[in-house]
């Protein structure tokens, strides 16, 4: 069974401060991939990342950057110098490839992120 | 760029009605899955489809159906609806299996 993990239900920064979300998986499977999506107010899921379990560099996207640590089964995002258009709901997801439904995602509880001006 | 089709973006229906809740994947994608986000909760896998089978089923109750057509947009129909099938309801299309998915923008049902 998979499961994510994203301990930190909600967060509150000011704009600039920078800000980590926390996410933790469990899987069987040896080849997977790790996934950021962000869900702004008005609904939709936006793709951040997808992540390759045999690719530990971290990536850093502007503002954005991810931290995946295969030994501690982490794959962290952090948003540097926030600012008010970065708040939303994210998730962190995990799909598994030793079975056909490569993109079945399974999504941690998602982190609400607000940033106040 | 073109991006995944979710009609209609919202929907009313009373209990014990129908729904049947439409999806077109970016041109070209094989590939489609249907999410579940009841208020406050993460996406729940319900079911997929590629190349017009089903690939693999997740927490989809018996009242819901769903299917891909030789165009590969999907239908997701859902009968004797519930309260509890207030929901956004996120399709996903991927070339292939083993490729990122895009969502849509969803459709929000309310069944009062």
């Known amino acids: 069974a998979q499961k994510v993990t994203q301990a930190q239900t909600e967060i509150s920064v000011v704009e600039k401060e920078d800000v980590t979300l926390d996410c933790v998986y469990e899987?069987?499977?040896?080849?997977?991939?790790l996934f950021w999506y962000k869900q702004p107010p008005s609904g939709e899921l936006v793709f951040l990342i997808r992540r390759n379990s045999f690719d530990e560099q971290n990536e850093i996207s502007g503002r954005y950057s991810w931290n995946f640590q295969k030994s501690t089964s982490s794959f962290n995002f952090t948003i540097t110098a926030s600012q008010v258009v970065d708040s939303a709901v994210y998730f962190c997801a995990l799909s598994g490839r030793n079975n056909n439904a490569g993109n079945m995602l399974t999504f941690g509880g998602g982190t609400r992120l607000m940033v106040k001006p | 760029a073109a991006g995944v089709i979710q009609s209609p973006r919202h929907l009313i229906k009373e209990k014990r009605e129908t729904a049947t809740l439409k999806c077109y994947p970016i041109?070209?994608?094989?590939?489609v899955y249907w999410y579940q986000q009841g208020p406050g909760q993460d996406p729940q896998f319900l079911i997929s489809f590629y190349e017009k089978m089903q690939s693999d089923k997740g927490s989809i109750p018996d009242r819901f159906s769903a299917q891909q057509f030789s165009d590969y947009h999907s239908e997701l129909n859902m009968s004797s609806l519930e309260l509890g099938d207030s929901a956004l309801y996120f399709c996903?299309?991927?070339?292939?299996?083993?490729?990122?998915?895009?969502f849509g923008q969803g459709t929000r049902l309310t069944v009062v």
């Open positions: 041109p070209r994608h094989d590939t």
């Open positions: 996903a299309s991927s070339f292939t299996l083993n490729t990122e998915a895009f």
């Open positions: 899987t069987r499977d040896t080849t997977y991939y």
